[in-house]
């Protein structure tokens, strides 16, 4: 059976998603690719594979269209309160966007984890490009991460070094809300470079940070309502894009817009 066809499946399947059995049967009066989900004995939906321009999985039931079964399943899966989580994540980016504070923050790096900057962009709530520089990480650069963002050490040799930079990026965050995708990574790599520069910079920049950090990641998964039977929550969405500063701060402001 060609794992690609689904037109070749079987008319029973027990496939896992996040670690969770669910039970895959054909309605005996088609051959069509049609199944109806269930988990243990509770039905959860009827999913179609389909070929098309939206995606292959069609959940007719809440009218989406998923390109993978494992996503279909999740989205049969998400709590009855989800309804009331993506009207509370509307009012939160509503409410973000209004703020005439925000900034919107991406950090590309070194690598995946205790990473150094090679590319910070910063733009304001309508996207315009407020600080946009590459940064001579005084480091090496994984092979995962210039395959990313397709920065290599050559090009960033003469690039300005963070502590050049620090003053212009300080007097931009000081006292504003800033947004980012995963801001809990994005701030830690500015940590990390901070605590490697000299006390006294150290000190400055103490008195410029942002007035506060906010987050989009967890609000756009409950957004999205794929749900992790694993983890007990709504999985992480990848924000999509390229692996480029101002471009994805671009492309979160856009995000935020739609789930408005």
């Not at 060609?2 to 037109?7: A, G, R, S, W, Y």
């Given at each position: 059976m060609?794992?690609?066809?689904?037109?070749q499946w079987d008319h029973w399947l027990d496939h896992l998603?996040?670690?969770?059995?669910?039970?895959?049967?054909?309605?005996?009066?088609?051959?069509?690719?049609?199944w109806a989900a269930y988990e243990e004995?509770?039905?959860?939906?009827?999913?179609?594979?389909?070929?098309?321009?939206?995606?292959?999985?069609?959940?007719?039931?809440?009218?989406?269209?998923?390109?993978?079964?494992?996503?279909?399943?999740?989205?049969?899966?998400r709590p009855a309160t989800w309804a009331a989580d993506?009207?509370?994540?509307?009012?939160?980016?509503r409410n973000t966007l209004s703020d005439p504070r925000l900034l919107v923050l991406d950090i590309q790096t070194t690598g995946l984890d205790t990473a150094w900057a090679v590319q910070i962009g910063v733009t304001d709530r309508d996207g315009n490009a407020l600080f946009d520089e590459l940064v001579n990480p005084l480091a090496d650069i994984t092979p995962e991460a210039t395959a990313l963002h397709g920065l290599a050490p050559n090009?960033?040799?003469?690039?300005?070094?963070?502590?050049?930079?620090?003053?212009?990026?300080?007097h931009l965050l000081a006292n504003r809300c800033c947004l980012?995708?995963?801001?809990?990574?994005?701030?830690?790599?500015?940590?990390?470079?901070i605590h490697r520069l000299p006390q006294l910079a150290r000190t400055n920049w103490a008195t410029l940070h942002p007035r506060t950090w906010t987050d989009a990641m967890a609000p756009y998964a409950a957004w999205k309502g794929l749900w992790s039977a694993r983890h007990c929550s709504y999985r992480y969405q990848p924000l999509g894009g390229i692996y480029e500063a101002v471009t994805n701060c671009r492309r979160l402001l856009s995000t935020m817009r739609h789930m408005c």
């Open positions: 060609d794992p690609d066809d689904v037109t998603v996040d670690g969770a059995p669910v039970q895959l049967v054909r309605p005996s009066d088609t051959d069509r690719p049609t004995t509770r039905y959860l939906g009827t999913v179609h594979g389909q070929f098309d321009f939206d995606g292959r999985w069609h959940v007719q039931s809440l009218n989406e269209r998923h390109l993978n079964l494992d996503d279909a399943v999740r989205a049969l899966r993506r009207e509370r994540v509307r009012r939160w980016a090009q960033l040799a003469s690039a300005p070094t963070f502590d050049t930079l620090l003053p212009d990026l300080a980012a995708y995963n801001a809990d990574f994005d701030r830690a790599v500015l940590e990390r470079e």
